[in-house]
Structures are given as structure tokens and as C-alpha cells.
């Protein structure tokens, strides 16, 4: 349930980004002076600080499974799985950043095209945001070894 009321939040918030721009692009346009200074090198900042958290986070996890895995026989492979994909969605998110504050100024000198680009950075937010969460809680339903025993 959780996982589709995620999805349907990403898909409204895709769906409002893309309706601001074209009817009301102030809104989100360089006009919006947060919005001016941060879809810039501010937000890679931001980006590489969450990023560099999360992949060190990832990676205690993976190791963590490893120990599991070894100490108790339990097999860790969806999480595994899904671990990877998001230490390379965030790895990914990071690098469409770095274009996006790249091309920014060269191509959006229109506040439809403004309210664009800031809106992906918003939805790069959002999709860092969730990633965190999700491997947040990966991390506190690993139950404790005396659980896995009996």
C-alpha cells in the first residue's frame, strides 16, 4: 500500500510540476529567489552531502547482510537488490543534477523553462528523499541476532 501511495505521490507531484510551469511558471521560476539560488551549485552540495551519507549508509547494510547471511544462513537478496539499485539511483540522480545546474543557464532563459528545470531539481529532491527512506527503514527491520536465532 505504502509503495503505491509513493508512486501516486511522485506521479502527482510530476503532473503539478509540469502544470505550474505552463500555467502559473512564476511559481517556480528564477523568479522564486530560494529557487534562483539553490538549483545551482547548492543543490549539488546538498546532493553530495546526502549522497556520500546514504552510499556509506548502503554500504554498512550490504555488510550487514554479509554477516547475516553468514551467521545465520538467511538469504538477503530482494534487500541486496534493492540496496544496489538505490546506491545507483542516487548515484544517477547526482549525475542529471550536475547537467541540470549545467544547462540551466544555458538553456532556460524563459520561465516556462526555468520553472522546468527547477522543477526536476524539486523531483530529484523528492526522489532522494524517498530513497533515504526507504533504505532507513531496511536498516530498522533488520531484527536483532537472539530473533534470527529461534
Known sequence: MI???TI???LALTIGMGVISFIQPT???DQNAFLRNFVN???LAVLGVIVTITLASAANLHLEFNR????FGE?????RTATKAYAYLLIGLFAVALVLVVLKPILASEPQWQSLF????IMIIALNILSLLDLTSAVFA???DKRLRK
Not at 68 to 71: C, I, K, S, V
Not at 75 to 79: I, L, N
Not at 118 to 121: D, L, M
Request: glycine letters at 10%; a negative charge; zero cysteines.
Open 75 to 79: 538469504g538477503f537478496e530482494e534487500a
Open 3 to 5: 509503495r503505491i501511495l
Open 68 to 71: 547475516l547471511e553468514e551467521a
Open 27 to 29: 511559481w517556480l521560476s
Open 118 to 121: 527547477n522543477g526536476a531539481a
Open 8 to 10: 501516486l505521490g511522485l
Open 142 to 144: 533488520i531484527p536483532p
Open 41 to 43: 551549485h547548492e543543490l
